[in-house]
Nanobody, 120 residues
Framework: QVQLVESGGGLVQAGGSLRLTCAVSGNIFSIKAMGWYRQAPGKQRELVARDTTGSYTDYADSVKGRFTISRDDARNTVYLQMNNLKPEDTANYYC??????????????WGQGTQVTVSS
């Protein structure tokens, strides 16, 4: 069983900052990738940032230069530092992990989501 638990969402004014945290727990063999997606009301879930272990990092064009993803592999934790937030960043943010547990192929796991609201 794998759990992804997010924290750090909230209400912030435009131009402000927030830091999201996602802690992964469970019977983990390896983590292929971790990242963040978001979904605004009436819209599809979209990639915000994703870090592939030992490889590359992807960012949505809309957040490049403002958001930074980082990982603490010793703690199986991923962070999303969000600076210069804009009202259009308002969404429910979901932690994502492509994880392999013992004796099981890689599987995509999701957190429960944390709400980020940016007021103008």
């Amino acid at each position: 069983q794998v759990q992804l638990v997010e924290s750090g969402g909230g209400l912030v004014q435009a131009g402000g900052s927030l830091r999201l945290t996602c802690a992964v727990s469970g019977n983990i063999f390896s983590i292929k990738a971790m990242g963040w997606y978001r979904q605004a009301p009436g819209k599809q879930r979209e990639l915000v940032a994703r870090d592939t272990t030992g490889s590359y990092t992807d960012y949505a064009d809309s957040v490049k230069g403002r958001f930074t993803i980082s990982r603490d592999d010793a703690r199986n934790t991923v962070y999303l530092q969000m600076n210069n937030l804009k009202p259009e960043d308002t969404a429910n943010y979901y932690c994502y992990g492509r994880i392999r547990v013992w004796y099981v192929d890689e599987t995509d796991y999701w957190g429960q989501g944390t709400q980020v609201t940016v007021s103008s």
